[in-house]
């Protein structure tokens, strides 16, 4: 698993949120390392939904 994909999964464990609020997580959750762009979540958030289903 990439590390922006267990980034984006634990930014999600809290509740669903918006792309945007994703984004602002991860890079506090990772303390600014890592930088998310919208495009980034498109496969990332669907990792997440197979995982949850």
């Known amino acids: ?3 922006s994909t267990f ?8 509740g669903p949120q918006h792309g945007y609020g994703v984004i602002a997580d991860v890079a506090e959750i990772s303390g600014g390392r890592v930088v ?3 495009g980034t979540l498109g496969e ?3 990792v997440a ?3 949850r289903v």
Do not use: G, N, P
Not at 7 to 14: N, V
């Open 1 to 3: 698993m990439r590390e």
């Open 49 to 51: 939904f197979v995982i």
């Open 7 to 14: 980034l984006i999964l634990a930014a999600l464990a809290a």
């Open 36 to 38: 998310l762009r919208a």
């Open 44 to 46: 990332a958030t669907f």
